[in-house]
Structure formats: structure tokens, C-alpha cells
């Protein structure tokens, strides 16, 4: 199965940062790389599909970029609502698997 | 509207069973890949199962051989049978769409459903 890792586990920061997330597989998954962000109580919510598309209706602060193994989630100018935890996801093969999670607090 | 809302869940002792299901509107679960995810308390999501369109089955190394995803067509409706519960099996158990194009996505999910295992 593919491992998928994020880093940091956690981070603080501040409205308006530039804040930068980085997911890495253990093998090769090209492009089938998902980011999500999830809040307690509600459902995940699919930001960014094959590595570097925007979701339709997700601001546009939100960016991802990468290739193969390495990637990173930006958020350009961090704002009070994104204040959540992040996953990283590979649809390279089945089982998918997701990234253990990024936790974005308030500094 | 597209729209899964995920029901069966409930407190199971161990070694028990539960099936889960999630109610699909707005598009057929036969043309879609379905899948499930849970996530247990104070850890991240897990994927557990997909049922592809054309019927291929996965699953999460860590269900495997308990757990059986199916779906009912004629019913619109997604299943995930859970056999041989055990307590690392409690989360909150989303169903989802994995939208197919260029990747694969999930795009909707429903709101979950609460499992604990527990005697």
C-alpha cells in the first residue's frame, strides 16, 4: 500500500499568513494527488483533485502543486474560516490512503 | 441535488455486527464510484472501501475480511456490512462519491454515521 505523509502534523498562525503544507507518497503516484479540508462536526470538503486543479466554488487563496512524490498545499493569505485540519489523498491506486492530517490553529 | 445520507450506525459490543447505510438522490450509486471513510475520535481519516462502477471491490487492509461494501441498485442505496467489531472500529463513518475523470475525487459526502464499539 502507498504511505502518504504530511508535515508538519500541526501549525499556528496568523490571519493573513501564507501558510504551506507538504504531502509526500512513498511511491510514485504522478498527478492523483487530493487535498481536503475538514472542521469538527461537518464533512470533509475537497479543495484541490489532481495535485494542482482548484474545486469549483473554492476560494482562490487555495493552491496545490507537485509531481510524483512531493506536494504542498497553499493557502495564500490565511483567513479566520480556514482554520481546520488539512488531508492530503492518493487515488493512484486502491486502497486509497490518506495523509495523516495537518491541524491549522490560531497563533 | 446530489445528496448521501448515511444511517445504521449505533453502540455494538465486541465481536458484534452492524450494517451501515447510505441513501443516495440526484444520481444512480451504479454509475459512480462509492466508498467509504470513517474517522476515529482524535484521529484522522481512514478510507475504508470502494465499490467501483463496474463492481471491483477494496478494501482498507485493516477491515479486511470483516467488513463487506456492497450496494442495491434498484434501491439506490450503498451497504457497509461490519462484522467482528472491535473497539479501534469506533468513528464517525462517512459514505462518499469518488468522482471519475482525468483523477479520482471525492466530491460529495454525506454527514456520517456514529459507531462505537464498546461493552
Known amino acids: 500500500d502507498i504511505q502518504m505523509t504530511q508535515s508538519p502534523s500541526s501549525l499556528s498562525a496568523s490571519v493573513g499568513d501564507r501558510v504551506t503544507i507538504t504531502c509526500r507518497a512513498t511511491?510514485?503516484?504522478?498527478?492523483?494527488l487530493n487535498w481536503y479540508q475538514h472542521k469538527p462536526g461537518k464533512a470533509p470538503n475537497l479543495l484541490i483533485y489532481?495535485?494542482?486543479t482548484l474545486q469549483s466554488g473554492v476560494p482562490s487563496r487555495f493552491s496545490g502543486s507537485g509531481y510524483g512524490t512531493e506536494f504542498t498545499l497553499t493557502i495564500s493569505s490565511l483567513q479566520p474560516e480556514d482554520f481546520a485540519t488539512y488531508y492530503c489523498?492518493?487515488?493512484?491506486?486502491?486502497?486509497?490512503?490518506f495523509g495523516q492530517g495537518t491541524t491549522v490553529d490560531i497563533k | 441535488e446530489v445528496k448521501l445520507v448515511e444511517s445504521g450506525g449505533g453502540l455494538v459490543q465486541p465481536g458484534g455486527s452492524l450494517r451501515l447505510s447510505c441513501a443516495a438522490s440526484?444520481?444512480?450509486?451504479?454509475?459512480?464510484?462509492m466508498t467509504w471513510v470513517r474517522q476515529a475520535p482524535g484521529r484522522g481519516l481512514e478510507w475504508v472501501s470502494v465499490?467501483?462502477?463496474?463492481?471491483?471491490?477494496y478494501y482498507a487492509d485493516s477491515v479486511k475480511g470483516r467488513f463487506t461494501i456492497s450496494r442495491d441498485d434498484s434501491q439506490n442505496m450503498l451497504y457497509l456490512q461490519m462484522n467482528n467489531l472491535r473497539a479501534e472500529d469506533t468513528a464517525l463513518y462517512y459514505c462518499?462519491?469518488?468522482?471519475?475523470?482525468?483523477?479520482?475525487?471525492?466530491?460529495?459526502w454525506g454527514q456520517g454515521t456514529t459507531v462505537i464499539v464498546s461493552s
Open positions: 462518499a462519491i469518488e468522482e471519475v475523470g482525468a483523477t479520482f475525487r471525492m466530491d460529495v
Open positions: 440526484g444520481f444512480t450509486v451504479s454509475s459512480k464510484y
Open positions: 465499490i467501483y462502477s463496474g463492481g471491483a471491490i
Open positions: 511511491q510514485t503516484i504522478t498527478y492523483y
Open positions: 489532481g495535485a494542482s
Open positions: 489523498q492518493q487515488t493512484y491506486i486502491s486502497p486509497r490512503t
